[in-house]
T-cell receptor
């Protein structure tokens, strides 16, 4: 079975500081994509960043970057210069076999002004 | 360019009834996936449609069925509603890759279904 674990149910960070959200997964697939989505109180699931498993270089999108360790099956998200608008539920969601998304249980991120 | 749209936004039904949810994919996308998100949990995959056929299905009973139309829009139908079907239903669209599999999935705003 393919599983996704987000071990931090809740995290908080001071505005302008850096925070890292962790995600580990288990799969026998060799070809897959990994995604981080955020879901603010408005419920809209918004893509934050994506990583192709075959790429060794870690993906970055402005203030968001990932630390992808394929052998360890770890995919963490780093948010730099945290802003109030970053407050949301963050989901790690690999796409094993590049088909359906398998979501973790989420990490609720609070930004402290 | 319109993103993924879903209707209705909210829906209240009683046990035993049937419901139909609708989704229009993002322009240029040909694949639609449906997810169920219970309160406080991560979304669970229901099924995926491509070329008007169900391509993959998650661990959901036959009460959950779907359809994809020639314009790529999709419907999710749930029969004999149970209290446990109360959830946020998310639709995601993506583009099929030539090498197989689907590209990045973009989500609609969801339909909140309440079963009384």
């Amino acid at each position: 079975a393919q599983t996704v674990t987000q071990s931090q149910p809740e995290m908080s960070v001071q505005e302008a500081e850096t925070v890292t959200l962790s995600c580990t997964y288990d799969t026998s697939e060799s070809d897959y994509y990994l995604f981080w989505y955020k879901q603010p109180p408005s419920r809209q699931m918004i893509l934050v960043i994506r990583q192709e498993a075959y790429k060794q270089q870690n993906a970055t999108e402005n203030r968001f970057s990932v630390n992808f360790q394929k052998a360890a099956k770890s995919f963490s998200l780093k948010i730099s210069d945290s802003q109030l608008g970053d407050a949301a539920m963050y989901f790690c969601a690999p796409s094993f076999g590049n088909e359906k998304l398998t979501f973790g249980t989420g990490t609720r991120l609070t930004i402290i002004p | 360019d319109a993103g993924v749209t879903q209707s209705p936004t909210h829906l209240i039904k009683t046990r035993g009834q049937q419901v139909t949810l609708r989704c229009s994919p993002k322009s240029g996308h040909d694949t639609v996936s449906w997810y169920q998100q219970a309160l406080g949990q991560g979304p669970q995959f229901i099924f995926q449609y491509y070329e008007e056929e169900e391509r993959q299905r998650g661990n959901f009973p036959d009460r959950f069925s779907g359809h994809q139309f020639p314009n790529y829009s999709s419907e999710l139908n749930v029969n004999a509603l149970l209290l446990g079907d109360s959830a946020l239903y998310l639709c995601a669209s993506s583009e099929r890759k030539l090498a197989g599999g689907t590209d990045t999935q973009y989500f609609g705003p969801g339909t909140r279904l309440t079963v009384l």
